[in-house]
């Protein structure tokens, strides 16, 4: 994915060229792109006057960045005690079975789906929960989550159909 510099100088405007706005611009590319693509290093190290590493350092610091590219669908499966005790673990396994990732491949070929499992997602009375990017789904069973992956497959698809006809309409 080719990266907006457009975007990112406008990221880099709300927070100022300074090292300490390294946290914020972080957050922002990776709220714009769902990771920090390696051609943010450099180009923040010469806006912000400090050294890639730096940049670098900051980014792996926070567990919360991600250097790798994530799906369009971020699906957090909570394996924490209370989740743990109610099954999480078969859903988390439901979930990498249908869309053929492992506990390595994290992400789909095509960008749609992240499956990651966490270790509280803070709703532990509504066990077993997952969320996806920011919307906690409680009280999950196996068919709950084959009906929940039925639906953002089917958001997938119309989003990239709705992508297909705008870029044909601008081309044309
Ligand atoms: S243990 Fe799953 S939400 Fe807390």
């Given at each position: 994915m080719a990266i907006d510099y457009g975007v990112i100088d406008k990221i880099i405007a709300l927070w100022g060229c300074t090292p300490s706005a390294t946290l914020p611009i972080l957050q922002g590319v990776q709220e714009k792109y769902r990771y920090l693509p390696p051609e943010i290093f450099p180009?923040?190290?010469?806006?912000?006057h400090v050294s890639q590493a730096q940049v670098y350092g900051v980014a792996t610091f926070y567990e919360n960045f991600s250097l790798e590219p994530k799906g369009r669908f971020i699906i957090?499966?909570?394996?924490?005690?209370?989740?743990?005790v109610r099954n999480s673990g078969p859903l988390l396994d439901t979930l990498r079975k249908e869309l053929g990732l492992s506990q390595?491949?994290?992400?789909?070929?095509?960008?749609?789906?992240?499956v990651e499992s966490v270790s509280c997602l803070g709703a532990c009375a509504l066990a077993p929960v997952l969320s996806?990017?920011?919307?906690v789904y409680a009280g999950m069973t196996r068919e709950k989550v084959l009906a929940l992956l039925k639906t953002l497959q089917?958001?997938?698809?119309?989003?990239?159909q709705?992508?297909?006809e705008e870029q044909s309409r601008v081309a044309g």
């Open positions: 180009y923040m190290a010469k806006k912000l957090k499966v909570c394996d924490g005690t209370a989740c743990h390595v491949q994290k992400t789909t070929e095509d960008l749609c789906f992240t996806v990017n920011d919307t089917a958001q997938a698809r119309e989003e990239v709705a992508a297909g």
